[in-house]
């Protein structure tokens, strides 16, 4: 398969900064067999990246090249090439897709611990080399796994990291000189005990740098962010799944003793409640360059917190969930210089009627910030309105509401409508929505899909419209094409973005085109 996205629009790095041409394109070829094998190559570069010149001689600037085998006897688990690696929880690591708060009712939060193939696009949260899981009795697996990588990091003049970049972006002579400049070698294992519902299991991650990593620690909220050429973590994650309930906990330590502990425990009750509950506490001295797992600040650091949620279907037309989650911050952070806190609270509900879904939700978030005298709280309100009918057309229209409200207001919505008709070989969809914000601060997010493998959560702020509209044609059996043309419109400027990313006009179209060949 590839996709290749056309801009109709030139960026101020198109003409004087940006080293390739302004078109973004990938392709990806992958074999299966079963479950037992899984092979492939992804190639891919963003719209300015160099293709066959520059450092990228070898024609795209990332690839991924990827083996995963299954059932090999007593191995139950290989990848070579690049994966990803998830342990517990995600105290110690976590290169994987992590939920949201409302989605983890949905999995009652379960917790694995696996390597997989990586065959995304995304240049972060990878691992290049081997791993293996080995069946060592019944009930009792080991998995180990070995990675060397390089990193793109932003040096010092003394050749010191003062921060590892995560963007995978390479369109300017100084975004190409970070390239793979820091080398990562990464290793680990875990020894897991599981029967009858229960599980336990013992963890290890450490990583090397070839490069002292030394942030800026004379900003306070970075006093404790990970610094050294080493970095150890251990932990134990347990619990006990039972269809009825689930209980899940990770406690790690790092090589300083600095604790993060997370537990989380679910029930389902009849066929009407799902139940959740999760206690975390990460130290403001843990640290982890691997670990990823549930946050409200968005880092396993520097937070204490307790999560409730609850869903409720009384009949099969209706459904209503809630969560309501209180963080507490120790250590100063990003525009706090003092401890702090947060309250972030959801209500959600659904009804379904013959073709018709209604829905309506409403999120209220309180979070503490600095101002000119002392911590204020700025209030966070959301909501959301949606109308979908499934019949012989598809279609869904929503209305999105947003209030921030601090020292000042800023207020914000959008109207989108959607629709979608498939006949036999030809599906169909467009697209259409208005929005108007006081600014950036009351900005709106909506979920836009694209083509196989594209789809984009996009924010918008000011006042303008998007219109899209989405062809996806079967070929026989083999071939399927899909083409998308999208265009925003905005109403109060003549200049969007920034920097290299300036386009000069009202208005932004691009058109991705995708071709899938199964045989």
């Not at 990675?147 to 995560?166: C, F, N, P, W």
């Not at 206690?279 to 937070?303: I, K, P, W």
């Not at 509401?401 to 207020?411: E, G, K, N, P, Q």
């Not at 200049?495 to 071709?515: A, E, F, K, P, R």
Request: aromatic fraction near 14%; charged fraction near 20%.
């Amino acid at each position: 398969m590839g996709t290749v996205r056309i801009p109709f629009y030139k960026r101020k790095g198109d003409n004087d900064a940006y080293l390739g041409y302004p078109y973004r394109h990938w392709v990806r070829y992958q074999l299966t067999y079963g479950d037992r094998l899984k092979a492939g190559i992804v190639g891919a570069q963003d719209a300015g990246e160099p293709f066959f010149a520059n450092r990228n001689r070898m024609g795209y600037d990332y690839y991924s090249v990827y083996l995963q085998l299954r059932q090999l006897g007593a191995v139950s688990n290989l990848v070579l090439g690049k994966y990803r690696a998830s342990m517990g929880m995600g105290l110690v690591i976590n290169s994987s897709f992590a939920l949201g708060k409302t989605s983890l009712l949905q999995n009652m939060g379960r917790s694995a611990s696996v390597l997989r193939a990586h065959s995304s696009r995304s240049a972060a949260d990878y691992l290049n080399g081997v791993g293996a899981t080995v069946t060592i009795a019944k009930g009792l697996s080991a998995t180990a796994f070995f990675s060397y990588r390089g990193q793109d990091a932003t040096l010092k003049e003394d050749g010191m990291v003062s921060s590892i970049v995560t963007s995978g972006y390479h369109r300017t002579e100084n975004e190409m000189d970070k390239k793979d400049n820091l080398k990562n070698t990464t290793f680990g294992g875990s020894v897991r005990y599981h029967d009858y519902g229960m599980h336990a299991a013992l963890n290890i991650v450490g990583t090397h740098l070839n490069r002292e990593l030394k942030p800026n620690t004379n900003v306070i909220y970075r006093k404790y962010y990970p610094q050294g050429y080493d970095f150890l973590n251990f932990s134990v994650d347990y619990g006990y799944v039972h269809h009825r309930f689930a209980f899940n906990g990770e406690t790690a330590l790092n090589r300083d003793g600095a604790m993060a502990t997370i537990n989380s425990l679910s029930l389902r009750l009849g066929g009407e409640w799902d139940i959740m509950a999760i206690q975390r506490l990460y130290s403001y001295r843990y640290t982890s360059l691997t670990a990823r797992c549930f946050s409200d600040g968005g880092r396993v650091q520097n937070e204490n917190g307790i999560y409730l949620g609850a869903s409720w279907q009384p009949s099969p037309r209706w459904k209503l969930s809630a969560y309501t989650d209180y963080a507490y911050y120790p250590y100063p952070r990003y525009q706090v210089s003092q401890s702090s806190h947060s309250w972030d609270n959801l209500l959600q509900a659904t009804y379904t009627h013959s073709k018709w879904t209604l829905s309506g939700r409403y999120r209220l978030r309180f979070r503490q910030k600095d101002s000119d005298k002392d911590l204020i709280t700025q209030k966070e309100h959301r909501a959301r309105l949606t109308a979908e009918y499934n019949g012989g057309i598809v279609s869904r229209t929503q209305i999105d509401l947003s209030m921030i409200t601090s020292t000042d207001r800023h207020r914000g919505f959008m109207i989108s409508e959607s629709i979608g008709y498939t006949h036999r070989w030809l599906r169909m969809n467009a697209g259409f929505g208005y929005f108007h914000t006081d600014d950036y601060e009351g900005r709106i997010y909506l979920y836009e899909p694209g083509p196989l493998y594209n789809y984009s959560v996009v924010q918008y702020y000011g006042q303008g419209v998007r219109y899209w509209m989405m062809c996806r044609a079967a070929i026989g059996r083999q071939f399927v094409l899909t083409a998308k043309i999208g265009t925003i419109n905005y109403f109060d400027r003549s200049v969007i973005g920034i920097s290299y990313q300036q386009t000069y006009g009202s208005s932004m179209t691009d058109l991705d085109l995708h071709l899938r060949w199964k045989f």
